[in-house]
């Protein structure tokens, strides 16, 4: 998808779209009609006559495994996981046959880099005096500390290297020509905040192609730049064009964007907020951001989404990291076979993972391992299965957990940096997590009886009742 207009059509041939004339309400009322949509898996939904703004709103365009698909250019994401893997794969070529491929190879791969342009469709319009109430920001829950932006790409720079950052972080509307922007503890924002002199400049993205829009959200490591895994997911290299007021570049193909700079010094309050896990994050201090430009394409369509109590269209986002990045982690941790991280878990509240077990104590290495990678050290709960227990099925996993956990035994826990969002946590980004090692026990596990075999009837039986399955005349 070239930008976010083509992606639009893209739904609508697919009858993925569907277009409500009637006019409603940013305040409350759209949160309402798309939540009832996401919580059944429904249509994305375009709204041309919203009240108080001239910009139709896009909402729930992720949130369905054939959108999910279509936005990422596959039919399931485990196919862009192979993709990644075969580069991973990528050994020092040996004979000219291997090192004409290897070349070809990454030269597709730097292909995929971002390049520069002069003039670009995003500053279309252009507005010396930046005006959010332009934009309809939608009040998604009633106790929301005010209207939030819910789905913008932030750049900004490293201040040390000046490598580039693309992230998702929600902020909060003040007035016209101000906002708060959440940028929490360990987040590479607030790293750029940190390592700056306390300002940072900063340009908002809003409406983007989904492969753009994806890579916002993807955890990829401090310094690897988001727009080059986009540019590799869609087989095209982003174009960007470096903002009029800040230092920044933004897609050029982007909808709207908002230029100015976070001051750590201007800390305000922000939220509350009903966020992803279902409950409302309270009050704290975010920085704020200043706006000192702000430019649009002719007739801008605003991108946007809402969260909440799962299930949401930010959980096909996180199901796409999860396939993703699978390669990744196994990079580290070749232990693992799969992964799950459930809906019921909000991403960071449970991680399953399977693994090919080979010796006493490996679940555990695995849960100490899990805490290690990067934002993955922020789960609250990691449960390690056997290989064959398919960790895509919670009820099986739990049948397992509940069947194979001894407390005593196969509990794991330790303290260490938890999510800013974890409410049960009794200090900010602070507390305890547990690991479970529901595994089939081994000798020198503690175990002192003999560990049962699971029920299960034989192949050839299975086969034979498989063969004669009509002639008993059972429905299906």
Known sequence: MRDLREWISALRRADELVEVDAQVDPHLEITEIADRGMKNYGPALYFPNVKGSSLPV???????????????????????????????????????VEKVKALGTLKTLASFSSRMVKHAAC????????????LPILHCWPDDGGPFITLPLVFSKDPRTGARNCGMYRIQKVDARTAIMH???????????????????????????????????????????????????????????????????VPASAEIVLEGYVDASDLRPEGPFGDHTGFYTPVDEYPAFHLTGMSMRRDAVYSTTIVGKPPM??????????????????????????????????????????????????????????????????????????HDVDVQNVSDVAFHAFSNVDAGRDMLVTDGPVDALDHAAPYFAFGSKVGFDATRKWEGEGVVRPWPALAVMDAETRERVDRRWAEFGIPD
């Open 123 to 134: 500053q279309e319009v252009w507005l010396d005096e930046p005006d959010l109430d332009l």
């Open 183 to 249: 940028w929490q503890i360990h987040k590479d924002g607030a790293a750029h905040m940190r390592d700056s002199d306390g300002r940072v400049p900063v340009a908002v993205a809003i409406g983007t192609d989904p492969a753009v829009t994806y890579a916002a959200t993807a955890p990829l490591p401090a310094g690897l730049d988001e727009m080059l895994l986009a540019g590799f997911i869609r087989g095209k290299a982003v174009d960007m064009v470096r903002c009029r007021t800040v230092d920044v570049e």
């Open 58 to 96: 896009l909402i729930n365009q992720f949130g369905s495994w054939k959108r999910l698909g279509m936005a990422l250019g596959v039919d399931h994401p485990d196919e862009l996981a192979g993709r990644i893997t075969e580069l991973l794969e990528l050994q020092p070529p040996q004979g000219i």
């Open 313 to 386: 269209e930010d959980y096909f986002l996180g199901k796409a990291t999860e396939r993703i990045f699978l390669p990744l982690i196994r990079t580290s941790l070749p232990d693992v076979v799969d992964m799950n991280m459930p809906l019921e878990g909000v991403f960071h509240n449970c991680v399953i993972v399977s693994i090919d077990k080979r010796y006493p104590g490996q679940a555990k290495k695995v849960i100490n391992a899990v805490w290690g990678l990067g934002l993955m050290s922020l789960t609250r709960c990691v449960i390690v299965v056997d």
